[in-house]
């Protein structure tokens, strides 16, 4: 009776799986030449969402659009590329795909990757991942280390929900291979020496810092593995030539002077103090804030440095008050910010305003400083040039993690995982039996090839040197405990 | 029944066997005296007593309470009290707070007071120097320290260890005096000596230890005329 | 008895022992104090920084140096005592800033801190100041006793463990989310005073820690230079067979040392908390760095060396900076160099061999 009653629920059970098994076959993807649509041209004040919302009932669908029209554009030189969805103008020529190609694009889908039977050949070497194989992608953060575990966590999750959301790529499972750099560059080398040795890691998601990212560049350099950084917005990082090296988050170059011109245009100050926390990000930031102020007309007063761990900033307050300065612009992160800030009043300096970026922009700033954290500002990725879908991914971020994200880099993870899984599309071979071989140099010049695509932290269109965040800076403000636009 | 019975006991530094079943035993009123060469156990017998060594067989007693599981300063606290080798006073103490903590484990302020005077009296060297600290003192001054700070403990059984070392001929001649004058005024002693002669002159018995062992023992006269004790330890040629 | 050859080594060894490399060490530290000097006296030429300036560093300095002084002495009481570096000490000063921290914002937030806020802030101290001495005892009675009479480096990794342990255990039970201390407004207040042309603004808050901190050391001093325990602390330091052979209870005495430090590392933490606000699960290494470092500037196992070296610390990082003209950043490079200068010149640290000449 007991054997009768296992042999039911092991054949039950087999019944129950043939059909997972029959339809686990990959799903179709996008062929080249099956890019249909029409080709229209944008009437005056007509917006690309617009477009979406009339032609598919739905304005999330304009990243579709982008994506096919300029993967047509490369052919048909009639199209206009677009590289900001939001600056279409009247006259320009896009080709507005059909409803199913809108449909597999939102259902993950990318076109490519090409036919074929034998490996490509490529300089870098070739990623074999056979069927059923998981595409493996690396990801280094700092997931320990006072202060910046929650940037890193934060980035962790960003990329996960990546995954979550995309969880297969032309039939294959995505796994992420996460890794604590702990924000130093001896963990950086440590994590991009165990993926170089490890052959079936196609790409890296990272790294978080600057300090990381820059030494772990030089390994993955070497080895022909490509890196695409959320947060590592130190100029040094993409300055050097490296192909390796990419990014989807701004550059200092970009943060510092649109933070110098609002001083010096909107605020109208002419004496500023700059104070870094002797990280490559933060000396990096307030250089080139320095010296685009200084290009205007300012004049920098004093430039001062403290380090990461201090807590005790009157003295250095109470060096620079001397000269008087009429704002104080520091490159760091949010410990040392609201130190800075809620000291400044004990010093007599309540009066010179204090002014950060994306380091200090977390709720934890005004946590910390308190009431001082009233009237500061604060430079940081312009939300409102941020991608549709924002929204949808918060609300999924807090129902998965049971908060809201503590630090300001999560929709950046999310975007850099997506670049490198659409840049596998296009660089990739598929085998008969599904087998995908990724080229190195190929995704690597996929990667570089990102032109327009519509990520959650903004539009991502990759220079030559490997930028490929487009640098919307947008300045914010305390007011009533709460950041907000300052204008 | 002894005031202090050591019954066989042996004591181990890690595997080296140190008392191979020493037995001794201490009267009230007595001075007895431990004479051996060096490395014969008899500082580790008075450490053993006090606590600072554990016995790994045999027992101590005083007044037939055994001491086995207390720990030295309990010990003390039980009425032993010991001046040990090399005084070990308190460099950075004033005298006076060495007396202090000799007399660590009492409360009764009265009493306290009632022997400070006493040792004042004893050593009226002290009394001059009670705001010095102690590292400032003499050797023999120290050596004085030590055994007022004992004293202070007003213990039933005071041991000695070594009290002349490295004191000049004058003034063991000293110290041995105020110990037979502790003695008379009522306090036990449990005396260490390599100083044969001297010891077996103020005590009133006497225990030869060798290689961890009790080898002789007798009265001190007996032990003054016994030959192998005049050859060993007094320095006199066997005739 | 290792105490006893201690001792015996420091007060034997002489000043003015010749060797060529003691020479040579004098040249250079001769050579940075008169660099010092040079860079200070072209400061002052500059005449950019007003008295102002000067009396506020130097009052930035007192309160920062407070800190760091009593932490310092729970290294140097331990170390005194022990011959052993407590290095999980500067994670007793993170428990009381810790515990400081839950009171006071449960305060806070239930309004008592608004409407009794004397009460409030004193229950805060009781607190920050009773959790950690508990935390330190058992801290010795579990980590450090059962390995009294092993080789000195077994405690010290030892106590290396016990620091992260008590790091990530803190981080584990309450987060690793900064934890901001409330604003009490009776202590957030301020005086002006007007210093030559300029005005300064002096906190309450700062008197009133360098005011606690006096008054802790004050009590300090009395208890080990005046009360049983107290002495019966400095018997233990020197000899503890021969405290012991006074009946003097070794462990006890050990136990309360260790209480001792805690507790005033505890005062610290809640004042850490109180002045600087932001407290973290790793707040307590660099204060712990620090403090360890004005122990043996001011002469490990000294007490009054150790409220002298954290004073003195706290006051050159203020200043120094300002005083060289230099970038804050290296204010850690200063207060580290004036270590090796001042063991240079003086081996045992500033108050080392006073002890050492007075004993002789």
Sequence with gaps: MKKWFVTLLVSALVLALLPVWAFAAPPAQIPEDKIEGKIYTLEPRETLSLVAAREFGNVLAFPAIVYFNNFAARKNPQLTLITDPNAVKQGDVILIPTADLVKAYLAGERIGPAKGDAPPDDPWGVVTVGPGEPVRIGFAAALSGAGVDVLGIDEKRGAELAVVDRPTLAGHPVELVVEDDLCSGEGGTAVANKFVADPTIVAVVGNMCSSSSIPASDIYERAGYTMVSPSSTAVAFTARGLRSANRVCWSDAIQGPAAAKFVYEKLGLRKVATIHDGSPYGEGLVNAFAEAFKAMGGEVVAQEAVSVGDTDMRPVLTKIGVNKPELIYFGGFVAEGAFLASQRADVGMENVIFMGADGIKAEDFIKSAGAAAEGVYASAADLATAGPGVNAFLAKYEATYGEKPPAPFHLHAYDAVNVIMDAIYHSAVQGPDGTLWIGREALNRAVRATTGYQGLSGVITCQPNGDCGTGTVAMSKVVNGQWVPAE | ?239 | MAVVSREARVSRAPAVKLSLNRIMLWVVGLGVTALVVWRIAGTAALGLYGPDVWLMQTLNGLVQGSMYALVALGYTMVYGILLMINFAHGEIFMIGAMSGYFVLNGFHQSGFLASNPVPALLITFIVGMGVPPIVGVLLERIAYRPLRRAPRLVPLICAIGASFFLQQAVRLLFGIRTKVYPTVAVLSGSWTITVGEREMRIQHMSVLIIVITIVLMVALYLLVRKTKIGKAMRAVAEDKEAAALMGIDVDQVIMVTFAIGAILAGAAGVMWGLWYKQVIHTVGFIPGIKAFTAAVLGGIGNIPGAMLGGLFLGFVEAIAPTALDISTQLKDVISFGLLVIVLIFRPSGILGEVLTGKKA
């Design chain 2, 1 to 239: 029944m002894a005031l202090l019975e050591i019954d066989n006991i042996h004591t181990y530094y890690g595997n080296i066997h140190a008392l191979k079943g020493v037995t001794i035993s201490v009267d009230k009123g007595e001075i007895v005296t431990l004479v051996g060469a060096n490395g014969a156990g008899k500082s580790t017998t008075l450490n053993t007593i006090c606590g600072i060594l554990k016995p790994r067989h045999g027992e101590i007693r005083l007044n037939g309470e055994s001491l086995n599981t207390l720990k030295p300063h309990e010990i003390v606290a039980k009425g032993i009290s010991q001046a040990p080798e090399g005084r070990r006073i308190f460099s950075r103490l004033t005298v006076m707070e060495n007396l202090e903590m000799g007399a660590y484990t009492r409360s009764d302020r009265n009493g306290i007071a009632q022997d400070l005077e006493r040792v004042f009296s004893i050593f009226p060297r002290l009394k001059e120097r009670a705001r010095q600290v102690g590292g400032t003192l003499s050797g023999g001054e120290q050596q004085m320290l030590a055994i007022a700070r004992a004293l202070m403990a007003r213990p039933r059984v005071l041991l000695l260890d070594e009290p002349s070392m490295g004191l000049a001929p004058i003034l063991v001649q000293e110290i041995f005096s105020i110990i037979r004058e502790i003695n008379q005024q009522g306090t036990t002693i449990l005396l260490v000596e390599q100083n044969v002669n001297m010891a077996l002159q103020i005590a009133q018995r006497g225990y030869v230890l060798e290689t961890g062992r009790v080898v002789l023992q007798g009265s001190a006269k007996e032990l003054r005329e016994n030959p192998e004790v005049r050859a060993v330890y007094l320095g006199e040629t066997r005739h």
